[in-house]
T-cell receptor, first 118, second 110 residues
Framework: DARVTQTPRHKVTEMGQEVTMRCQPI?????VFWYRQTMMQGLELLAY????????DSGMPKDRFSAEMPDATLATLKIQPSEPRDSAVYFC????????????????FGDGTRLSIL | KNEVEQSPQNLTAQEGEFITINCSYS?????LHWLQQHPGGGIVSLFM???GKKKHGRLIATINIQEKHSSLHITASHPRDSAVYIC????????????FGEGTQLTVNP
């Protein structure tokens, strides 16, 4: 079965350090999402891309977060500088928007990166 | 008030029981998703629906667009069904942005 692959699975680092999370979407999917999950806020969308172009990053703190898709097989989410409040599980998901209907098919989620900022 | 509300927040059942989890939303939607998050953290998409009813094994999802309400039913529940079930809606005007409910923690005891 095709899967969304996220690395690393766990990351512990000190406040102020740069954190980079990576995601390999499922081959053929044209839409990639970054989500954050915390106990307080639940799941929330940070950003998403369609055909590698950013479509919506309104959920992302712009001063310290950045998301990119350097190519179709890699999406990255960076935090610089990291803060303790960034501690969360970050999920990447990918899906296919059908070109004829514009409808998004069910997303496939990666296993997440559990991030702890000390 | 959240745009997507689920009930109950927590549910404990005995193996074999019929389970219903509810989701109400207050916005116009193009689709509604039910997700399952396992105790290990992985998230799986169970259903995407925009009308009527869908069934997969022991799971049934229904939606009533006029009432802005969806239900997820589990028949003959099993301890392996223990997970968090999350309702998420794709708003008509939000592109591909999902809005999530807070989730329902289900525990099925043997």
């Amino acid at each position: 079965d095709a899967r969304v692959t996220q690395t690393p699975r766990h990351k512990v680092t000190e406040m102020g350090q740069e954190v980079t999370m990576r995601c390999q979407p499922i081959l053929g999917h044209n839409t990639v999402f970054w989500y954050r999950q915390t106990m307080m806020q639940g799941l929330e969308l940070l950003a998403y891309f369609r055909n590698r172009a950013p479509l919506d990053d309104s959920g992302m703190p712009k001063d310290r977060f950045s998301a990119e898709m350097p190519d179709a097989t890699l999406a990255t989410l960076k935090i610089q500088p990291s803060e303790p409040r960034d501690s969360a599980v970050y999920f990447c998901a990918s899906g296919l928007v059908l070109p004829r209907t514009g409808r998004l098919q069910p997303q496939h989620f990666g296993d997440g990166t559990r991030l702890s900022i000390l | 008030k959240n745009e997507v509300e689920q009930s109950p927040q927590n549910l404990t059942a005995q193996e074999g029981e019929f389970i219903t989890i509810n989701c109400s939303y207050s916005v116009g939607i193009s689709a509604l998703h039910w997700l399952q998050q396992h105790p290990g953290g992985g998230i799986v998409s169970l259903f995407m629906l925009s009308s009527g009813k869908k069934k997969h094994g022991r799971l049934i999802a229904t939606i009533n667009i006029q009432e802005k309400h969806s239900s997820l039913h589990i028949t003959a529940s099993h301890p392996r069904d223990s997970a968090v079930y999350i309702c998420a809606v794709l708003q008509e005007t939000s592109g591909s942005r999902l809005t999530f409910g807070e989730g329902t923690q289900l525990t099925v005891n043997p």
